[in-house]
């Protein structure tokens, strides 16, 4: 069978018109696309964090007699830090896709964006380690400068304070790299499979 | 552009459509789902027709972008041939039965291509420049003439094996 022998025959419509109605009604239907999923999903995560945060944050300003507003102002800074996290990502996955672009264009844009998308996530998904690890230090210190009994992680007469800031570190340390292996593998899960069908899809037409 | 002058648009070239969510959709859930998707993205994309190339041109780029960059698992439903589906949606399009079956092998045989070259393939069919295939897929016109050559001979191939049974 030759090809050009096929333009003819392969002009006809392979199917039944959808008509005007069913087309305009169409219009007004959410895309299913995977990155208008994603930009759905991560604006419900934001407003869940929005609840969460912001209402352990006013029960610690408004209960106790405001004698934990620090705890409050903790999860206040926190919820800002993921403000700015779920803008950064809404905003990549904003640049991911040029439908009207060249259709080569269009898929090296998504694989580059996509891979900046998936470093910001495994960066700053281990990165919140030291963060939290921080703020608990600066509540429970200011709270509770002193225990009663002898623990490495806290600085008392017999264990002084390069002793525990080194314990401190090495709990960050291997909490951190613990954090990095299981974000790798998850983002891995999440993402790998659409990376390296982007990355043959280039590769077929550069072939 | 308003929506009924979208509307009257995509009506007028709806065949790009139907023929892109035949080749890039494996089964007919599939196809209406894509048809749909096609239909709210080239919608979005509205504003980025600025009338600087053909509205059939700006059709194909976002239309291939969206089979292209489909990602979903696919809907499976009960496992039915191929050709069986072809000849229920062809059949009443073709008044030559020889013809219908010549077209049902080609669609079957397109579909066993990989995605970029079932873009060219149908680029080609519909008759269009190795200039405006460059515009639409951002392939230089070179290394089309060679992959349409390739897939020429793969689909020859194909079209044999269709016709044996294999």
Known sequence: ?207 | MTQEEFVRQVQANEGIIQKICRLYGHTQPDREDLFQEIVVQLWKAVPTFRGQSKFSTWMYRVSLNTAISDFRKKKRTLPVSETEIDSVEIKSELSDVNEEEKLNTLYTAIGRLPEIDKAIVILYLEDKSYEEMEDILGINTNNLRVKMNRIKEKLRQLTKNISYGT
């Not at chain 1, 007004?28 to 969460?52: A, D, H, T, W, Y």
């Not at chain 1, 903790?74 to 009207?100: G, H, P, V």
């Not at chain 1, 060249?102 to 990165?127: M, P």
């Not at chain 1, 974000?183 to 590769?203: D, E, M, T």
Request: positive net charge.
């Open chain 1, 1 to 207: 069978m030759e090809l050009d022998d096929m333009k003819n025959i392969w002009s006809d419509k392979p199917g039944k018109p959808a008509g005007a109605e069913k087309i305009a009604t169409m219009l007004g239907r959410q895309s299913q696309s995977p990155i208008e999923k994603m930009k759905r999903n991560l604006r419900m995560e934001l407003l869940i964090v929005i609840f969460c945060f912001g209402s352990v944050a006013a029960y610690y300003f408004i209960a106790f007699k405001s004698q934990y507003s620090i705890i409050g102002w903790t999860y206040a800074l926190l919820l800002i830090l993921f403000c700015w996290y779920f803008f950064r990502k809404n905003k990549l996955l904003n640049e991911m896709q040029c439908s009207s672009c060249q259709v080569k264009s269009n898929l090296e844009l998504q694989l580059r964006t996509l891979e900046r998308y998936v470093r910001f996530y495994l960066i700053s998904g281990t990165a919140i380690i030291p963060v939290l690890f921080i703020f608990l230090g600066i509540v429970l210190y200011y709270k509770k400068p002193s225990l009663n009994r002898d623990t490495v992680f806290y600085p008392s007469e017999t264990n002084p304070v390069w002793k525990f800031l080194l314990a401190w570190l090495i709990l960050l340390t291997i909490s951190t790299m613990i954090m990095w292996v299981l974000n790798r593998g998850y983002v891995n899960k999440l993402y790998g499979r659409h990376i390296r069908r982007l990355k043959q899809l280039l590769a077929q037409m550069n072939e």
